[in-house]
């Protein structure tokens, strides 16, 4: 896969390899696909799960969004990721293996069921993560929150304007955070796989 980005800005430590996900390879049908399953010691609480492909260059990648499509050419925006009211304790997301394809007016998009091969994607690096909001970045956070506040009621009591807290944004960041440093794990690259069938062309 190739292009600019490398979802969730992805600086993962090379020790969190397979601790808790594993990776394998099918033919759907035609086409390759692959399965990734995840253990997550997060479970329960509200968050979210990523797969993301580094390429092989380690130049660029993509995200698999929720709908299933890979995309490859801007930062994701965290709606896009798998999103859980509770984290499961386990989970396994099916995915295909995308083919570049162009578009009528100079375009181009990753996209599903384009290739009875792998060839273009063979190499890639997989990665899974999970973010979580835990009850120790809610309790940072309200810390955090605290201590603003504080330096607030000073800024008015001398007669200074308050500054803004933006909570969500402070929450958002540390589960990003997290997910970056803490759970990222390695699962292994994308093989070559070949679905074409034996009679096919003739």
Same mark, same amino acid.
């Given at each position: 896969? %190739?292009?600019?980005? *490398?979802? !969730?800005?992805? +600086?993962?430590?090379?020790?969190?390899?397979?601790? =808790?996900?594993?990776?394998?390879?099918?033919?759907?049908?035609?086409?390759?696909? =692959?399965?990734? /399953?995840? &253990?997550?010691?997060?479970? @329960?609480?509200?968050?979210?799960?990523?797969?993301?492909?580094?390429?092989?260059?380690?130049?660029? =990648?993509?995200?698999?969004? &929720?709908?299933?499509?890979?995309?490859?050419?801007?930062?994701?925006?965290?709606?896009?990721?798998?999103?859980? $009211?509770? !984290?499961?304790?386990?989970?396994?997301?099916?995915?295909? *293996?995308?083919?570049? /394809?162009?578009?009528?007016?100079?375009?181009?998009?990753?996209?599903?069921?384009?290739?009875?091969?792998?060839?273009?994607?063979?190499?890639?690096? !997989?990665?899974? /993560?999970? @973010?979580?909001?835990? #009850?120790?970045?809610?309790?940072?956070?309200?810390?955090?929150?605290?201590?603003?506040? $504080?330096?607030?009621?000073? !800024? *008015?009591? $001398?007669? %200074?304007?308050?500054? +803004?807290?933006?909570?969500?944004?402070?929450?958002?960041?540390?589960?990003?955070?997290?997910?970056?440093?803490?759970? $990222?794990?390695?699962? =292994?690259?994308? #093989?070559?796989?070949?679905? /074409?069938?034996?009679?096919?062309?003739?």
């Amino acid at each position: 896969m %190739k292009k600019h980005i *490398i979802a !969730l800005a992805l +600086t993962v430590s090379a020790a969190a390899v397979n601790a =808790g996900a594993a990776v394998s390879f099918y033919c759907n049908g035609y086409y390759p696909a =692959g399965r990734v /399953t995840l &253990s997550i010691s997060d479970a @329960g609480h509200p968050g979210f799960v990523a797969v993301v492909a580094e390429a092989q260059s380690g130049e660029g =990648g993509a995200f698999l969004s &929720s709908s299933g499509e890979w995309v490859y050419d801007r930062m994701p925006w965290r709606h896009e990721y798998q999103e859980f $009211a509770s !984290l499961p304790a386990s989970i396994s997301i099916d995915f295909c *293996i995308p083919a570049m /394809t162009y578009e009528e007016y100079g375009g181009e998009r990753l996209s599903c069921n384009a290739s009875m091969t792998s060839a273009f994607s063979a190499g890639a690096k !997989l990665w899974v /993560t999970w @973010g979580a909001l835990t #009850p120790e970045i809610q309790a940072d956070v309200d810390q955090r929150e605290a201590t603003f506040q $504080a330096r607030n009621a000073r !800024l *008015i009591a $001398a007669g %200074k304007e308050p500054r +803004t807290f933006d909570k969500q944004r402070w929450i958002e960041s540390a589960i990003l955070r997290d997910a970056r440093q803490k759970n $990222a794990q390695y699962v =292994g690259e994308v #093989p070559y796989i070949d679905c /074409t069938p034996p009679d096919y062309g003739s």
